[in-house]
C-alpha cells in the first residue's frame, strides 16, 4: 500500500509565492506518477499538474501554465509544487497522487491519495 503525504499549505497574500511537497511511500517511488490536483470550495476536484516517472516531462492546467512548476526528486522520493504569483482563485484544498499512467489529467487514473493541504490567498 502507497501513502501519499502532503506538506507546506498556508495563507499568502495576492502575487505571493508557495511551495507544496509531497512524499510517496510503501513502493519504489520512481515506479510512480505523480500528480497535484486541487478542490475550491463548492467546486469539483481539478488537475494542476502532473509529472512523469523520471521527472522529464509535465503537463499543467491552462490556468497555471506559466505560474507553477512541478518537480520530483527521486532519490528523496519527494515532489515540489512551486506556486507563483498566486491569485485568489488559486485558493483551495491542493492533493498529492499517485498511478500507473504517466501525465495523466483525470483523476481515476490515480490510485493513491494524500489527505490535501490547504492553500489560501488573500486579495
Known amino acids: 500500500q502507497v501513502q501519499v503525504q502532503e506538506s507546506g499549505g498556508g495563507l499568502v497574500q495576492d502575487g505571493g509565492s508557495l511551495t507544496l511537497s509531497c512524499r510517496a511511500s510503501?513502493?519504489?517511488?520512481?515506479?510512480?506518477?505523480m500528480a497535484w490536483f486541487r478542490q475550491a470550495p463548492d467546486k469539483e476536484r481539478e488537475f494542476v499538474a502532473a509529472v512523469d516517472w523520471i521527472g522529464t516531462n509535465t503537463a499543467y492546467a491552462d490556468s497555471v501554465e506559466g505560474r507553477f512548476t512541478i518537480s520530483r526528486d527521486n532519490t528523496k522520493g519527494t515532489m515540489t509544487l512551486q506556486m507563483n504569483d498566486l491569485k485568489p482563485e488559486d485558493t483551495a484544498v491542493y492533493y498529492c497522487?499517485?498511478?500507473?499512467?504517466?501525465?495523466?489529467?483525470?483523476?481515476?487514473?490515480?490510485?493513491?491519495w494524500g489527505q490535501g493541504t490547504r492553500v489560501t490567498v488573500s486579495s
Open positions: 497522487a499517485g498511478g500507473p499512467v504517466g501525465l495523466a489529467t483525470q483523476a481515476l487514473y490515480y490510485d493513491w
Open positions: 510503501g513502493r519504489s517511488f520512481s515506479t510512480i506518477a
